[in-house]
């Protein structure tokens, strides 16, 4: 599964009140500069390796970026076919079919990416038009299916309303033991005060622990 965020940098613009707003990358004005990132997890059970993973737009041209596999400090690399599109001759320039290619695709090799890693995506990217840019990512490889996922609020990396849920039960089973066991009212009402209040802490932990063990028992 993979989310995308795009921050806007800068919108050039002709305003009567404010003037002229001119936004620029290497000097080549640009009409809406974004900084997107894509992040790629593999939520499966298993290991991949050697996986092909495509990212492409048609709305939007890609300009720089910084592809990194979450915990490492090497960087991802182009696929063999993708790096061949592009190469260009010593001495040459790049022809108007690489360019336009470059600006609108990528294509990765990742040599391999574990259960429950992530691998994330930046890219400097000027919008054709006044929409928000439209980035995509495509994996071609045996088992791997992957879903564009809405980006949801996070606690210590886990979605923050399941660790509602999960904080919530397990905040019902304190309050029982609170009831049973402590006879002090004022004791007894902190406790639960405070139970309720962290309710998003415990259920974080109990969700990263269950990953944790399933990992271990799936290794």
């Known amino acids: 599964a993979y989310t995308v965020f795009h921050n806007l940098i800068g919108v050039s613009t002709e305003d009567p009140t404010y003037g002229s707003v001119k936004v620029t990358w290497n000097n080549d004005p640009v009409p809406h500069l974004f900084l997107s990132t894509i992040s790629l997890t593999n939520s499966s059970s298993n290991d991949f390796e050697?996986?092909?993973?495509?990212?492409?737009?048609?709305?939007?041209?890609?300009?720089?970026?910084?592809?990194?596999?979450?915990?490492m400090t090497r960087k991802v690399d182009f696929s063999d076919d993708f790096d061949e599109k592009i190469k260009v001759p010593n001495g040459g320039a790049p022809s108007i079919n690489q360019i336009e290619l470059y600006e609108c695709q990528r294509e990765y090799q990742i040599p391999i990416i574990n259960r429950g890693q992530k691998i994330n995506f930046q890219y400097l990217n000027a919008a054709l038009s006044n929409e928000q840019p439209t980035i995509q990512i495509e994996i071609l490889h045996k088992g791997v299916k992957c879903e564009f996922q809405v980006p949801k609020m996070e606690i210590l990396g886990v979605?923050?309303?399941?660790?509602?849920?999960?904080?919530?039960?397990?905040?019902?089973?304190?309050?029982?033991?609170?009831?049973?066991?402590?006879?002090?009212?004022i004791i007894a009402v902190s406790l639960a005060f405070f139970m309720g209040w962290i309710t998003l802490i415990p259920g974080a932990y109990t969700i990263k622990l269950f990953r944790n063990l399933k990992r271990l028992l799936f290794d």
């Open 159 to 185: 979605p923050q309303q399941t660790a509602v849920w999960i904080g919530t039960l397990i905040g019902i089973f304190a309050i029982g033991m609170i009831i049973l066991f402590v006879e002090n009212l």
């Open 50 to 71: 050697s996986v092909i993973v495509r990212v492409h737009t048609t709305n939007t041209k890609l300009l720089t970026e910084n592809c990194m596999l979450e915990g």
